[in-house]
Nanobody
């Protein structure tokens, strides 16, 4: 059974930074990609960034140049460094891992950016 636990969310002023972490447990050695999604109130969940098994990173246009996704040395952890945060980045951020058998999700961590 795969479990994902996010941490690092919180309240920050516009222009500030936060680093989100996601630790995965279980059999994820065959993962295709790990990533972050977010969902603001009244909106659909959207992709923020993902990193492939080979280490290729991809970003939503809205966060390019501000956010950086990376994997830990143990490969079962993924990070999201968020700089130059804007009020529109306010959302619940969800960790995702894509396996051959399907997608797994964490419970989310709230990021609030005040203006």
């Amino acid at each position: 059974q795969v479990q994902l636990v996010e941490s690092g969310g919180g309240l920050v002023q516009a222009g500030g930074s936060l680093r989100l972490s996601c630790a995965a447990s279980g059999s994820i050695f065959s993962f295709a990609a790990m990533g972050w999604y977010r969902q603001a109130p009244g909106t659909q969940r959207e992709l923020v960034a993902f990193i492939t098994r080979g280490g290729e990173a991809n970003y939503a246009d809205s966060v390019k140049g501000r956010f950086t996704i990376s994997r830990g040395n143990a490969k079962n952890t993924v990070y999201l460094q968020m700089n130059s945060l804007k009020p529109e980045d306010t959302a619940v951020y969800y960790c995702n891992v894509r396996l051959p058998i399907g997608d797994y999700w964490g419970k989310g961590t709230l990021v609030t950016v005040s203006s």
